[in-house]
């Protein structure tokens, strides 16, 4: 069968692909800890369970509106008013299978051919390859320890040329858990002024902030507003990766509607017993368990990076948010694909080489796992390094 280059063009995803072996490894008995998911280790809140067993035994079972249920996006309205500012209208709001969908239906509707995507490095796989996807060309911005993988302005001035269509924001970032200031953003604001670059802004680890306040980047001016996308979801913040709920808001009217009407065209609405759900983790109900999930992922990072950190050759920023550690390899390797498949094999930890996240010499480390796990993985990781 001959198969279209657009999907020749991609890659899998290596954070799956390194989940699903470990998995399989497991299965056949061996005693593998992965680090490499990116899913909250806790349950869904007890409120979000009812709520959808309530949709069931309710027979909220059929077809909704393919952008969502009226109610979810006022939720998700007031969700994006009350804590980061913003006040969006029903037609600049929809709902999406999980923000990777999100990501998916923006690209599709905004990048074609010639488009240049900006995109700092690391970042999260899938940035690149739906750009790749769409026809675009993903234009990387490198950073490092010393910026605190952050980008600049000056380094976003460099980048632009007259085919730049989008820039991707990610904060807090997956894979570094950066997190970009108020004052930070203004200064990439500056720059875009004047320009019709769009903002895509995933903004899918906001509630895990462990220093300093979350700022969204469409709250920054009028015309940051009016240029960016927010996409989000409910994934990270209330351990709800597997129920697929994500939402997209832009000043952009047209946009929204066409996401709209290629939603109607490949998947339509998303669950609805999810939709139902969702709303009780929009509307605060599980304030509550958020911050004891935020709480207990805190002290998880406190404890890796100091352990981490204590192992000659190996070194990692505190990150600021999300729930993930880049651990520095650049003393003992550059070759992260190489360190991390020997790491599997020799001493049956998982976790992600940096060469998937565009940024070799490193790899992603996930603390979203008990203490436990967390410190026998890092002391086997400490004894594969003496031996590299």
Not at 321 to 327: E, I, N, P, R, T
Request: negative net charge.
């Amino acid at each position: 069968m001959q198969l279209t280059d657009r999907v020749n063009v991609l890659s899998e995803s290596i954070t799956i692909a390194v989940t699903a072996l470990a998995q399989e490894l497991r299965a056949q008995g061996k005693d593998v800890l992965s680090f490499s998911a990116g899913e909250p280790d806790f349950g869904t809140p007890r409120v979000i369970k009812d709520a959808a067993i309530q949709a069931i035994e309710t027979d909220k079972t059929r077809y909704t509106a393919v952008d969502g249920i009226p109610e979810l996006k006022r939720a998700v309205i007031e969700k994006l008013k009350r804590d980061n500012g913003l006040h969006y209208e029903m037609n600049q709001v929809i709902v999406n299978n999980g923000a990777k969908h999100s990501l998916f239906n923006l690209f599709s509707a905004t990048i074609q051919e010639g488009d240049e995507v900006i995109i700092p490095a690391p970042y999260w796989v899938t940035y690149p390859e739906l750009v790749k996807y769409c026809g675009g060309t993903p234009v990387e911005i490198m950073t490092d320890d010393a910026s605190g993988f952050k980008i600049t302005p000056q380094q976003l001035q460099a980048a632009i040329t007259p085919n730049t269509k989008m820039l991707i924001l990610t904060t807090p970032s997956n894979p570094t858990g950066a997190v970009y200031s108020k004052a930070e953003l203004e200064g990439l604001a500056e720059v875009l002024k004047g320009t019709d670059i769009i903002v895509a802004s995933d903004e899918m680890y906001e509630k895990l902030i462990y220093k300093g306040e979350f700022t969204s980047a469409a709250a920054i001016s009028d015309d940051m507003f009016q240029r960016t996308v927010t996409i989000n979801g409910l994934s990270k913040s209330v351990a709800m990766t597997g129920w697929r709920f994500g939402y997209m808001a832009s000043a952009d009217t047209e946009m929204i509607k066409a996401t709209k009407k290629l939603q109607s065209q490949s998947t339509s609405n998303i669950n609805s017993i999810t939709q139902y759900a969702a709303l009780k983790g929009l509307d605060g109900s599980a304030d509550e368990e958020i911050e004891m999930m935020r709480q207990a992922f805190m002290a998880r990072r406190d404890e890796a990076v100091e352990r981490f950190n204590a192992v000659d050759g190996l070194s990692v920023l505190s990150p600021d948010g999300a729930f993930y550690l880049f651990v520095n390899i650049k003393a003992v390797t550059d070759d992260s694909l190489t360190f991390c498949k020997r790491l599997l094999e020799e001493k049956e930890v998982a976790v992600v080489p940096g060469l998937g996240f565009g940024m070799d010499g490193y790899f992603r480390f996930s603390f979203a796992t008990d203490i436990e796990n967390i410190r026998e993985g890092i002391a086997r990781i400490a004894d594969f390094v003496k031996t590299y």
